[in-house]
């Protein structure tokens, strides 16, 4: 299985700053038939889904606000939150569709300071 | 819109069967993967298994392989994740989600259905 870890566990952030969130994966996720990392990034707020944010390690879903951005290849990977707002406080998880058994990452707790 | 609408929330005592379903709409259902996901409470995202609704070829993660049966029938739409004996262990919430293919991210997801097995 490809075991994907998250740093932090959780996080605070001043509102306006940056927020950075790392997942390494324990094997490559870069298909080299495609040139692509099959890596996503998904949002939970409390008491609701998950929601996508990036695919393809960098691909922002349609409607994601643009201060989300994703990047890394291989096997390091980063989400990284602009300028952080107050609907932004939710949990973050990467998550590998390289291979099954899909995996996720533990989830990163993103708080306001 | 695409969507996929939950069944309500469960709750069951230990060793009792239990069905709960996924439909989707605004899409051509048998044409896409429906994938199920655990999260116990309080903690993350389990991906349980997959099932393409068009001829039903279902795959399972090795931890879930035995423990649950994933099922779809493209008529009514529906995708289904049963128990045949309950377990307290079983207690969690259960998303279902579309795939677009088998190397695919999860994108929509249902609202949930949160399964409470108790005695």
């Known amino acids: 299985d490809i075991v994907m870890t998250q740093s932090p566990d959780s996080l605070a952030v001043s509102l306006g700053e940056r927020a950075t969130i790392n997942c390494k994966s324990s094997q490559t996720v870069l298909y080299s038939s495609t040139n692509k990392n099959y890596l996503a990034w998904y949002q939970q707020k409390p008491g609701q889904p998950p929601k996508l944010l990036i695919y393809?390690?960098?691909t922002r879903e349609s409607g994601v606000p643009d201060r989300f951005s994703g990047s890394g290849s291989g096997t390091d990977f980063t989400l990284t939150i602009g300028s952080l707002q107050a609907e932004d406080v939710a949990v973050y998880y990467c998550h590998q569709y390289y291979d099954t058994p899909y995996t996720f990452g533990q989830g990163t707790k993103l708080e306001i300071k | 819109e695409v969507q996929l609408v939950q069944s309500g929330a469960e709750v069951k005592k230990p060793g009792e069967s239990l069905k709960i379903s996924c439909k989707g709409s605004g899409y051509t259902f048998s044409s896409y993967w429906i994938a199920w996901v655990r999260q116990m409470p309080g903690k993350g995202l389990e991906w349980m298994g997959i099932i393409f609704p068009g001829d039903s070829d279902t795959r399972y993660s090795p931890s879930f392989q035995g423990q649950v049966t994933i099922s779809a029938d493209k008529s009514v739409n529906s995708a289904y994740l049963q128990w045949s004996s309950l377990k307290a262990s079983d207690t969690a919430m259960y998303y279902c989600?579309?795939?677009?293919?088998?190397?695919?991210?999860?994108?929509?997801w249902g609202q949930g259905t949160l399964v409470t097995v108790s005695s």
């Open positions: 989600a579309i795939m677009r293919g088998v190397s695919n991210w999860f994108d929509p």
């Open positions: 393809w390690a960098s």
